[in-house]
């Protein structure tokens, strides 16, 4: 079941410490970030879904699990790194925002593995419209897959516009913009070692 969970707010020291150095040296104010999920609490419930995909998957001979773009690929490493069954790994590339906001969807980039007759995990950073999800959902079963489970880390419920299934998720967020742990805004704060909401920017 995903957890839903309290925020604490971590000074701009703290923030700059937590980003580590980074090639642009250009002086700015860096912003105050709410932790919403610590890495502690990532970690755990990493190894709690990885547990769980590989008790339901423990006949399988290997599982393609196949991340979305940009978002999902330090969620895709920690998990698959978990795993006890083995695993093959692919990517798809859907992009749907600029910024905070979302427009149309486009297909950047499709599974370049055989994946048919295999079990198919689809791993996402975060599932809020559904849109995206669904896409990538309708281009794995095109692909001939035997079997498409979605694994989301952050299940942004009160964003869903279009219904999609999610078989693992890792936390229940709200209407919140979160950054960290792979997810970005304008492509910063992915390297985020927790994740954060942006003080002040609630789109």
Known sequence: MPLRLPSRTITDSAFAAQRGACYDTRPMTEPTINVLISKEQLEQRLDELAAEIDERHAEAEV??????????????????????????????????????????????????????????????????????????????????????????????????????????????????FVVGYGLDLDERYRNLSYIGIIQGNNT
């Open 63 to 176: 599982i393609a699990c196949v991340g979305v773009l940009k978002g999902s690929f330090y969620f895709l490493a920690d998990l698959t790194r978990r795993l006890k069954t083995p695993v093959e790994i692919d990517f798809v590339q859907i992009t749907s925002y600029r910024g905070t906001v979302r427009g149309r969807l486009e297909i950047k980039r499709r599974p370049q593995l055989d994946l048919s007759g295999k079990p198919v995990l689809l791993v996402e950073d975060i599932v809020d419209s559904g849109y995206s999800a669904a896409t990538a959902l309708d281009i794995l079963a095109e692909h001939g897959a035997s079997a498409v489970e979605l694994c989301t880390l952050l299940d942004k419920v009160p964003a869903r516009e279009v219904p999609v299934e999610i078989a693992y998720s890792g936390f229940e967020v709200g209407n919140d």
